[in-house]
């Protein structure tokens, strides 16, 4: 009788010799041996790992380390590529957002300065022109600042879509696989 140590979360694959007897702590296989004669015999032992990774926070290139390793299964690859693109589509809509707000930013800037010239020209009919130009410059980025706000909230109201759907990605994943 040859004992193996049955060790906690270990166990014997599918497939493999079963044990002539199990005892706590000790599987116990049976082998013949000759006479004076020597024999060993393999014993394989697998366990089940579980490794936890948040959906929300994979990238591409952690999947593509993932399907290098085989850890993942062709479905499962093809699931979490489609959660990393709609996670790339909301990161899109979320930077064209702050890029139109540096834009507001920047003309409401601009605005200030046109502003404190304008009350610096009062009275000639030279400063009357480039207060008349002033407000124009004005005028053309208030109309700006409108398109761009209007723009920021469409893009905000495509964000909020595009975030909720990978949140309902993400809910309705279910893949199971052993590897």
Do not use: C
Not at 53 to 74: C, H, M, P, W
Not at 153 to 160: G, L, P, V
């Amino acid at each position: 009788m040859i004992e193996h140590t049955a060790r906690p979360e270990w166990g014997l694959p599918k497939g493999s010799k079963e044990p002539d007897e199990k005892a706590p702590g000790v599987y116990r296989f049976r082998l013949e041996v000759p006479p004076q004669g020597t024999a060993s015999m393999p014993v394989e032992e697998v366990r089940t790992l579980a490794t936890t990774y948040q959906l929300a926070s994979l990238d591409e290139n952690q999947i593509g380390l993932f399907v290098k390793q085989g850890t993942i299964t062709r479905e499962m690859e093809q699931a979490l590529a489609k959660i990393t693109a709609q996670k790339a589509e909301v990161a899109r809509l979320e930077e064209d957002m702050e890029s139109r707000q540096k834009d507001i930013d920047r003309i409401v800037e601009d605005q200030g300065r046109l502003r404190e010239n304008m009350k610096a020209l009062r009275g000639t009919a030279e400063k009357k022109a480039l207060v008349q130009r002033y407000t124009r410059q004005l005028d053309e980025q208030e109309t700006q600042l409108e398109s761009l706000r209007k723009n920021i909230q469409a893009t905000e109201a495509q964000r909020d879509k595009a975030n909720d759907q990978l949140e309902n990605m993400i809910q309705e994943l279910q893949i199971e696989a052993s590897l």
